[in-house]
């Protein structure tokens, strides 16, 4: 069940000062459409499961692997079974620009099946049960064991998309360079997202045509150019609604937004509610 639900929002409460939950789940009920700021892990161990996430509906079987994103609206109608819900404070992962490489990772869903691709899933389901047995552990370092589980997951997720990426250049031609090239754009809008980010000047950071460069960034990160600015802004908005001396203007300047209009129309399609209702929720949940 959802604990704390206000609004769509989610707070997931991390027990023992821990930065991970692990739910063991064989309840019948629906749970209705929110977002935390936690990425969740779903596999179904008896029966199917199906999750609605992104707008897209998932149908999992058994012992397949769903990943949420953090921030990403989903829900679940009510089904028998019994599966693993596992989830992990963002906070970890964001926070660490070494891993800023595999946030492309959390662009959508990933439904890692055995067709998708046999070494992501073995390495996946692997690590599900290597988590499992860690949280129940007694072990010190058992949220080092899975926090270093987790990132073999997210790991192996975006080496299957970098694979996917590099076979679709080679059919298309495109230069052997491109990751590097887009390693050095990654860095600089993770640099610059506050600031005004116009198209030319991300493309010139490249060394390509606009066109060109809209092309490959939607096949190397999985969404246009602009959706991943505004991510990373909603992201930095988010942690700002922390500071109660903040209008919500305020935020919306200080992550990048050049309207209050904007600000709001890309808040409430990421999270399902304004940045004053998501504010509010901030401060009760405080």
Not at 79 to 90: A, P, S, T, V
Not at 246 to 268: E, P
């Amino acid at each position: 069940m959802i604990k704390n639900l206000s609004g769509v929002y989610e707070t997931v409460e991390y027990e023992n000062q821990r930065f991970v939950m692990l739910y063991d789940n064989e309840e019948i009920e629906e749970y209705p459409v929110h977002w935390h700021n936690a990425v969740e892990i779903i596999v179904p161990l008896q029966n199917g499961f199906t999750v609605t996430t992104g707008g897209k509906e998932y149908h999992l079987d058994e012992k397949e692997i769903l990943i949420i994103p953090p921030g990403e609206l989903h829900s679940m109608p009510a089904q028998e079974g019994r599966r693993i819900i596992f989830q992990c404070d963002n906070a970890m992962l964001s926070g660490l620009p070494t891993l800023e490489n595999i946030m492309p990772v959390f662009a959508s869903a990933m439904h890692i099946t055995q067709e998708l691709s046999k070494e992501l899933y073995v390495i996946s389901r692997k690590s599900v049960l290597d988590i499992y047995t860690e949280y129940y552990s007694k072990s010190p370092l058992a949220d080092v064991h899975i926090f270093l589980n987790l990132l073999s997951i997210l790991t192996a997720a975006r080496e299957y998309q970098l694979s996917l990426t590099e076979a679709e250049s080679a059919a298309n031609a495109v230069s052997t360079d491109d990751t590097r090239k887009f390693s050095l754009v990654m860095k600089y809008i993770n640099q610059n997202y506050m600031y005004e980010l116009p198209l030319e000047k991300l493309a010139e950071v490249a060394g390509y045509s606009k066109y060109h460069f809209s092309r490959i960034f939607k096949e190397y990160n999985g969404m246009p150019y602009i959706q991943y600015i505004n991510s990373k802004r909603i992201k930095a908005a988010e942690r700002l609604m922390a500071d109660p001396s903040l209008s919500v203007t305020d935020i919306a300047m200080q992550s990048g937004f050049s309207s209050i209009t904007t600000f709001n129309r890309v808040f409430r399609k990421a999270k399902g509610c304004t940045p004053t209702e998501f504010k509010k929720m901030f401060k009760l949940n405080d």
